[in-house]
């Protein structure tokens, strides 16, 4: 089993920005298509954007298409999320994982990103 250290979480206003890294071990990363998922309190696991393994094809949930952009370094083994005009709606536990496992359970503690004014 893999291992991800998720960080770059944060509490931003609303319009702000933020970037979140996952750096992944325990598995050959560059090998796997990975997501970001987040939950909000309460909430079920929304997989919010995905990308191939070489990075070439990204995919993101429709409520936060054009705000985030999913991108890899396969040297570094770590996946990033940039997040920007970040909305309320955007607060949650923001996980990593492999695609195929999208629902869990994670390999991470995840990090917590709060919108709040």
């Known amino acids: 089993e893999g291992q991800f250290v998720e960080s770059g979480g944060g509490m931003v206003q609303p319009g702000g920005s933020l970037r979140l890294s996952c750096a992944a071990s325990?598995?050959?990363?560059?090998?796997?298509?990975m997501s970001w998922v987040r939950q909000a309190p309460g909430e079920g696991p929304e997989r919010v954007s995905t990308i191939t393994p070489g990075g070439g094809i990204t995919s993101y949930a429709d409520s936060v298409k054009g705000r985030f952009t999913i991108s890899r370094d396969n040297a570094k083994n770590t996946l990033y999320l940039q997040m920007s005009s970040l909305k309320p709606e955007d607060t949650g536990l923001y996980y990593c994982?492999?695609?195929?496992?999208?629902?869990?359970?994670?390999w991470g503690q995840g990090t917590q990103v709060t919108v709040s004014s």
């Open positions: 994982a492999q695609s195929s496992s999208w629902r869990g359970p994670y």
């Open positions: 325990g598995f050959t990363f560059s090998n796997y298509a």
